[in-house]
């Protein structure tokens, strides 16, 4: 089955300054990657939707100025906590989509816990 | 908004059948989606419903009414390790999560 990496799966960073988050296929091309955020008893929020080699479409509420998205290739994106605060804290779980077009199965990284001090 | 509603909380007994009820708004439908997740983990993906029925899967069965906006997710034979949130998700221009339905089993 399709696997999706993320890296670190835990970081503890000092407030203000930055973190980068890694999401990676590791047997399929990604064409689209989306990025989510999940705070302790809640839902997923999707933050951003990034599609290769263009800008990241941001919902509504989210900074794109303070989480930086960068889609290079099809097998990997990252993502950038710019000058973080401890509000930030939270899991960052990123998931990739095999083919472009609703509806299609998202396959999940295992999350990346951020703490911020 | 595509509103998805399931409980928040349920509790069965291991080896029996428990059914996590979902509705979702209907406008723009595409397709629903059953998640499993782990305290502290990512979701694993269980089950797709774009037909009307019943999907099997093992232990697992997933039902769809799209004309009612309805679905469930049916566990059957229950293990401890079935103990976690189960996701609506519906297939809109955007995916939608529900809140979840974090189940307990109990011996």
């Known amino acids: 089955g399709a696997v999706v990496s993320q890296h670190p799966s835990r970081v503890i960073c000092k407030s203000g300054t930055s973190v980068k988050i890694e999401c990676r296929s590791l047997d399929f091309q990604a064409t689209t990657m989306f990025w989510y955020r999940q705070f302790p008893k809640q839902s997923l929020m999707l933050m951003a939707t990034s599609n290769e080699g263009s800008k990241a479409t941001y919902e509504q509420g989210v900074e794109k100025d303070k989480f930086l998205i960068n889609h290079a290739s099809l097998t990997l994106s990252t993502l950038t906590v710019t000058s973080a605060h401890p509000e930030d804290s939270s899991f960052y779980i990123c998931?990739?989509?095999?083919?472009?077009?609703?509806?299609?199965?998202?396959?999940f990284g295992p999350g990346t816990r951020l703490t911020v001090t | 908004g595509q509103n998805i509603d399931q409980p928040t909380e349920m509790t069965a007994t291991e080896g029996a059948i428990v059914q996590i009820n979902c509705t979702y708004q209907?406008?723009?439908?595409?397709?629903l989606f059953w998640y499993q997740q782990h305290a502290g983990e990512a979701p694993t993906f269980l089950s797709y419903n774009v037909l009307d029925g019943l999907e099997e899967k093992g232990r697992f069965s997933s039902f769809l009414s799209r004309s009612k906006g309805y679905s469930y997710l049916l566990l059957k034979e229950l293990q401890m390790k079935d103990s976690a949130s189960y996701l609506c998700v519906g297939g809109y221009q955007k995916v939608t999560f529900g809140t979840g339905t974090k189940l307990q089993v109990i011996p």
């Open positions: 209907t406008s723009g439908f595409n397709g």
């Open positions: 998931s990739a989509g095999d083919r472009e077009g609703m509806p299609y199965e998202q396959y």
